[in-house]
């Protein structure tokens, strides 16, 4: 990676992809936890799942649970893969070798 992934960059965006890649391989939050996870409100954080679901990084899932809506979120196999490529650049970086 030659430069930062800019939809990663984002700091809000940045602990979305944080704590999903904390997550096991594809599986999903609800909605609600996340924007206490990452302190967003539910607007900011709509936004940055919309950009972030744009470019294949997340899928978004809705469903009901009883007749309670339910929104739940993902990593994606190349949202998983475009994050280490950010963690490593990074890491480039603090050893001198971006």
Avoid: C, W
């Amino acid at each position: 990676m030659d430069q930062l992934d800019e939809t990663i960059h984002q700091p809000v965006r940045l602990k979305i992809m944080a704590a999903l890649k904390a997550l096991p391989n594809r599986e999903p939050i609800e909605f609600v936890r996340l924007r206490t996870i990452v302190n967003a409100t539910e607007g900011n954080l709509g936004a940055h799942l919309a950009t972030l679901e744009k470019s294949g990084y997340i899928e978004i899932t809705k469903d009901f649970v009883g007749k309670k809506p339910r929104t739940r979120v993902a990593m994606t196999t190349s949202g998983r893969r475009a994050f280490e490529r950010y963690v490593d650049y990074l890491r480039g970086i603090l050893d001198g070798t971006p």
